[in-house]
Structure formats: structure tokens, C-alpha cells
């Protein structure tokens, strides 16, 4: 219990800072920033009510975890609400994020039905349907990764940043979902695993071991505050995204100028160091010759 309540603070602590950062900057909340808020009240929520109320603990029969059922309300709904976010943060149409939200959401809530599981054969088909489920994250995570590298290449105007800014943001959103739940999912199969392998000697009731519902409560804080922290730093990165490509475009253009300026041009830059650095444009071959000026040509 003492985990969940710090677990809870910690997130509604979380939550209360970003409300009061937007109100000091006086910014309109967007929809990223509503659903992050209510990522974390509702995770925070689910963690005060386990640490301080009695919640239902169930027992599942097949892998010998205890299976608390406020957890998997809270991983259910946040499945569904933070994957559908990171789709739509760039989505052309509803349709996408909308699938592989109700995958994925679908995918947590088979957390209900194992504790209900008579058979190892209907646990391992509910096993199986949630992994097929969850598994189309990694190909969805990859098609961000291509895009958002082709958003890079293709921006070339300072109507554009924006856009590219918000595939950046899907991209690491959909980074941090897919690690997020490969994490959890691995924690779940490890805690299952020790408790079929040891059986009786895992324990019952009270003396069943807390360890896995604290690696919960952590692994809980540590996702809701890497994906907090990926939606509040987006804001920040518009400027400066757009200050770093006016840079890429004017050093482009100042190459483009340099490369074909039939004058001969030298340029001399002074560096930290105190030493000097000079360059010459490739007019400079008409004075010295092909070779003599190649030594010159060089940034």
C-alpha cells in the first residue's frame, strides 16, 4: 500500500505541475496536454485508491499471480487513451489511431479474464489473443520512424516546421507506448513465471510476495512521466526546431552561392583557439591553378 499511495502522489504531483506551468505561461492547453493530464490523474487515482481502500485481488489459477483489478482498469482505459494520442498527435484520418487503439486497449483488458481462466488451454488462448493484439505496435512504431525521418528531409519552409515538430512528437510518443508496454508485458511473463516455478512455496493470501506490485507501481510512474515529459518538451521544440532549420536552409543557400561564385574569394575565420582558418571559393583556380587551389576548397 505504501507504494501505490507514493506512486499516486507522485503522479498527481506530476499532473498539478503541468496545470500550473500552462496557467503561469497563460497557454491554451491542446489536446496532447489534456489527455497527458488525464493520463496521470487517472493512474494517480487508481494508485491512491489501491494504497488506502480494499480492491479487488484475484488469484489466477493458472500462473499463480495475484492479479489486482484496479491495476488492469487503469492499464485498460490508459491503453486505449495514450496510444489512440500518440496516433492522432499527426494523423490524416480517425481511422488509425482508432485501431490500433482498441488494439492495444483490447490487449490490457485480457488482464480481466486470466483470474476467470478454469483451463490452461482457454488462459493460453486469451494469452494469445492479447499478444496479437499488442504485438502491431513494433510495425506501427516503424512506419512513425519512416516518416518522421521523411518529414526531416522533405521541410523546407517555415510553414513546415510545425509538421514536422508533430511527427517528432508521434514518433517518440509511439517510442515510448511500445517500450512502455514490451516492459510491462515482460514483467508480467517474469512474475508469472517465478510464481508457476515455485508453485506452493510462492506463498498465499498475506504472505504472497509484494515485490511485483511495487515493480508495478514503478514501472506506472516511470511510463506516465516519460510520456508527460516527451508531450511538454513538443512545446518547447517549436522554436527552437524552427531557429535550427532557418540555420540548415541558410547555410544551404550560402553553399549553393559559394560553390558557384566565379570570383575568386577568400575568407578567413578567426577560432577559439586563436588560430586562423581560411577558404577559398573555386575562382581561385584562375589565379593559382587546379592544384593550388584544392588545399583552399575545404570547409
Not at 488451454?121 to 496479437?132: I, N, P
Not at 512506419?143 to 508521434?170: F, G
Request: aromatic share 8%; proline share 4%; with cysteine.
Amino acid at each position: 500500500q505504501l507504494a501505490a499511495r507514493c506512486a499516486g502522489s507522485v503522479l498527481a504531483a506530476s499532473a498539478l505541475a503541468r496545470v500550473g506551468h500552462l496557467a503561469w505561461r497563460g497557454a491554451k492547453p491542446t489536446m496532447a496536454d489534456a489527455a497527458m493530464l488525464s493520463a496521470n490523474l487517472i493512474a494517480a487515482s487508481a494508485n491512491l485508491l489501491m494504497g488506502t481502500v480494499g480492491t479487488p485481488v484475484l488469484l489466477d489459477p493458472v500462473s499463480g499471480t495475484s492479479e489486482y483489478m484496479v491495476r488492469w482498469c487503469e492499464w485498460g482505459t490508459l491503453g486505449f487513451l495514450m496510444t489512440f494520442v500518440t496516433e492522432a498527435v499527426s494523423a490524416r484520418t480517425l481511422a488509425e489511431p482508432l485501431s490500433l487503439a482498441a488494439l492495444v486497449g483490447a490487449a490490457c483488458l485480457c488482464g480481466y479474464g486470466f483470474p476467470l481462466c478454469t483451463s490452461a488451454y482457454a488462459w493460453a488462448g486469451l494469452m494469445l489473443f492479447a499478444l496479437c493484439a499488442y504485438l502491431p505496435i513494433f510495425p506501427r512504431y516503424v512506419r512513425r520512424r519512416r516518416i518522421h525521418r521523411a518529414a526531416e528531409s522533405a521541410c523546407a519552409s517555415p510553414s513546415e516546421v510545425a509538421q514536422l515538430v508533430a511527427e517528432r512528437t508521434a514518433h517518440r510518443l509511439m517510442c515510448c507506448c511500445a517500450l512502455m508496454w514490451t516492459v510491462i508485458t515482460v514483467d508480467y511473463f517474469v512474475t508469472a513465471a517465478i510464481a508457476w516455478r515455485l508453485g506452493e512455496a510462492y506463498g498465499s493470501g498475506a504472505s504472497r510476495p509484494q515485490l511485483p506490485f511495487v515493480v508495478d507501481c514503478v514501472l506506472d510512474v516511470i511510463a506516465k512521466l516519460a510520456y508527460a515529459h516527451v508531450i511538454s518538451s513538443a512545446h518547447a521544440h517549436v522554436p527552437v526546431e524552427a531557429q535550427r532549420q532557418q540555420q540548415r536552409w541558410i547555410r544551404e543557400a550560402m553553399d549553393t552561392v559559394w560553390a558557384g561564385a566565379s570570383d575568386a574569394v577568400l575568407l578567413s575565420e578567426l577560432r577559439p583557439d586563436g588560430t586562423a582558418r581560411t577558404i577559398g571559393s573555386k575562382g581561385l583556380a584562375q589565379i593559382v591553378g587546379e592544384a593550388g587551389a584544392r588545399r583552399w576548397s575545404a570547409w
